[in-house]
C-alpha cells in the first residue's frame, strides 16, 4: 500500500479498499514529517504540531491587485480587521522568465508597517471566459506526463465554466506545483517582513468536470488527485514551518472525496479552509453530507480548542445573506479561526457595522468573536 501511492502513477480506484489505503498514506506522512528537517513535531498522542504566527480574527478579502494605497485604504476602518487576505495567481507569480515574488513582498511590507497581517491566497484555479477564451491561472507552459505512445499529455483540463484548470491528479502536474511551492516558502522565510506574514491557503479542492469529459490531459484518477494534493499542502506545510497553511477544501468530482482529504490535513496539521462560508446557500456544502459537517467534526468545546486552524472566505455569491446570519454561523456552527469577508462596496460596511456592535461581538476581542485559541496542530511561535 505504502509504495503504491508513493509511486506517485494513479491507481485504480477501488470504493472499497480506498478509505484503507488512505488511513496508511496518513499514518506515514506523519512518519515522515518526524524524519523532515523542517517538519513539525509528533505530539505524544501521535499528532502533528508546528509553533506559527497566530493572529486569528476576521480580515478582509482582495480578489485584485490591489495597491498599498488601496490596501491601507480598506484597513482604515481600525482594529475590526486584522489585515488581509488577498489573492495570487499562479500565472502572475511563475512566469516564462522565472519567478516574480514583488507584489507579496511589497503587501509584507505595506502590512507590516500598518501592524497587519496578510493571508495568501495562491490561486491555481480560473473560472470562466474572457473575450472568448478560457481564463487560466496557470503557466501557459505547464505540461502533463509523457504519453505511453509518444507526445505529452496537456497539463490542464477545461472545466464546465470554461476556464482552464490545473490536472493535479498527473505526477508532472503536481511535481512542477511543487516546485513553485518551494519557491514561495524559501522567498516567505527570507523575506524581511515575514512576521507580518499570518497564513497561506491554496486553491478550493473541486474538480469542475466529469472525468469521461476530460480530454488531452491524463485520466482522471480519484487516488492519485487526493495523494497528489496532500502532497503539495504537506511539503508546503513543512517548508514553511512557522505559518499556518490551510487547504481551501469544498467538493472534488463530487462529496466522497472530501473527508478522505480532510483525513490526511489533519494527519498533517494542515488548516481546513474555503471559498464559500453561507449558512443557507449551496446545498452541496451543507451537514450532514457537504464540508461543513467536517468542521463541525473537528471543531473544539470550551475545553478544548479545534483540532486544526480553520477559516474560511465570504465571496460574491455569499454576499446576499446578512453579515449579522453569516458570522454567527461561522462562529458558532463552524467555530472558524477566521473569517475572510469579501471587500465588496455597501457590504464591507455592513460586516464593519456587524463587528462593531457588543451586542453581536466582544469590543475587547482581539479575535473579533470567533476562536482565538491555538488548535491542537499549533503551539506559539516567540519571535
Known amino acids: 500500500m505504502f509504495n503504491q501511492f508513493f509511486s506517485l502513477k494513479p491507481v485504480p480506484r477501488s470504493p472499497k479498499k480506498s478509505f484503507s489505503l488512505l488511513k496508511t498514506f496518513a499514518l506515514a506522512l506523519s512518519l515522515l514529517g518526524a524524519q523532515s528537517c523542517y517538519a513539525p513535531a509528533i505530539s505524544s498522542a501521535g499528532a502533528v504540531t508546528k509553533s506559527v504566527r497566530w493572529h486569528p480574527g476576521n480580515y478582509v478579502l482582495l480578489l485584485g491587485h490591489a495597491t498599498a494605497?488601496?490596501?491601507?485604504?480598506?484597513?482604515?476602518?481600525g482594529p475590526k480587521f486584522r489585515g488581509i487576505q488577498k489573492q495570487y495567481l499562479w500565472s502572475d507569480l511563475e512566469r516564462p522568465d522565472g519567478y516574480h515574488f514583488e507584489?507579496?513582498?511589497?503587501?509584507?511590507?505595506?502590512?507590516?508597517?500598518?501592524?497587519?497581517?496578510?493571508?495568501?491566497?495562491?490561486?491555481?484555479?480560473?473560472?470562466?471566459?474572457?473575450?472568448?477564451?478560457?481564463?487560466?491561472?496557470?503557466?501557459?507552459?505547464?505540461?502533463?506526463?509523457?504519453?505511453?505512445g509518444g507526445g505529452y499529455y496537456g497539463g490542464t483540463y477545461l472545466t464546465k465554466t470554461g476556464s482552464l484548470d490545473p490536472a493535479i491528479w498527473d505526477p508532472a502536474v503536481t511535481a512542477r506545483l511543487r516546485t513553485f511551492y518551494k519557491?514561495?516558502?524559501?522567498?516567505?522565510?527570507?523575506?524581511?517582513?515575514?512576521?507580518a506574514l499570518e497564513a497561506v491557503c491554496l486553491s478550493e479542492t473541486s474538480v469542475s468536470q466529469e472525468p469521461s469529459a476530460m480530454t488531452g490531459v491524463m485520466p482522471?484518477?480519484?487516488?492519485?488527485?487526493?495523494?497528489?494534493?496532500?502532497?503539495?499542502?504537506?511539503?508546503?506545510?513543512?517548508?514553511?514551518?512557522?505559518?499556518?497553511?490551510?487547504?481551501?477544501?469544498n467538493f472534488g468530482v463530487g462529496l466522497d472525496?472530501?473527508?478522505?482529504?480532510?483525513?490526511?490535513?489533519?494527519?498533517?496539521?494542515?488548516?481546513?479552509?474555503?471559498?464559500?462560508?453561507?449558512?443557507?446557500?449551496?446545498?452541496?456544502?451543507?451537514?450532514?453530507?457537504g464540508v461543513y459537517q467536517q468542521y463541525i467534526n473537528l471543531a473544539g468545546d470550551q475545553y478544548r480548542p479545534n483540532a486544526i486552524p480553520m477559516g474560511t472566505a465570504v465571496q460574491p455569491m455569499?454576499?446576499?445573506?446578512?453579515?449579522?446570519?453569516?458570522?454567527?454561523?461561522?462562529?458558532?456552527?463552524?467555530?472558524?479561526?477566521?473569517?475572510?469577508?469579501?471587500?465588496?462596496?455597501?457590504?464591507?460596511?455592513?460586516?464593519?457595522?456587524?463587528?462593531?456592535?457588543?451586542?453581536?461581538?466582544?469590543?475587547?476581542?482581539?479575535?473579533?468573536?470567533?476562536d482565538y485559541r491555538y488548535p491542537s496542530s499549533t503551539t506559539p511561535y516567540m519571535y
Open 69 to 77: 494605497g488601496e490596501i491601507n485604504s480598506v484597513l482604515s476602518a
Open 183 to 195: 519557491a514561495v516558502a524559501e522567498y516567505l522565510n527570507s523575506n524581511l517582513n515575514a512576521q
Open 220 to 249: 482522471y484518477s480519484s487516488d492519485a488527485y487526493i495523494a497528489n494534493l496532500s502532497y503539495g499542502f504537506r511539503e508546503l506545510s513543512y517548508d514553511l514551518p512557522h505559518t499556518v497553511v490551510i487547504q481551501y477544501t
Open 257 to 289: 472525496e472530501v473527508p478522505l482529504i480532510v483525513q490526511l490535513e489533519k494527519a498533517s496539521g494542515v488548516g481546513l479552509g474555503g471559498p464559500d462560508l453561507n449558512p443557507v446557500g449551496n446545498p452541496g456544502l451543507q451537514a450532514p453530507r
Open 103 to 148: 507584489e507579496i513582498g511589497a503587501d509584507l511590507q505595506t502590512l507590516r508597517q500598518s501592524n497587519k497581517h496578510l493571508i495568501i491566497q495562491l490561486q491555481y484555479r480560473a473560472f470562466g471566459t474572457s473575450s472568448g477564451k478560457p481564463n487560466s491561472a496557470c503557466p501557459a507552459n505547464l505540461r502533463g506526463s509523457a504519453m505511453p
Open 318 to 370: 455569499d454576499t446576499g445573506t446578512a453579515p449579522v446570519q453569516t458570522y454567527l454561523f461561522g462562529k458558532n456552527t463552524l467555530h472558524l479561526n477566521y473569517i475572510f469577508w469579501l471587500n465588496k462596496s455597501g457590504y464591507i460596511d455592513q460586516v464593519t457595522q456587524v463587528l462593531s456592535d457588543p451586542k453581536i461581538v466582544s469590543q475587547g476581542d482581539a479575535a473579533g468573536g470567533l
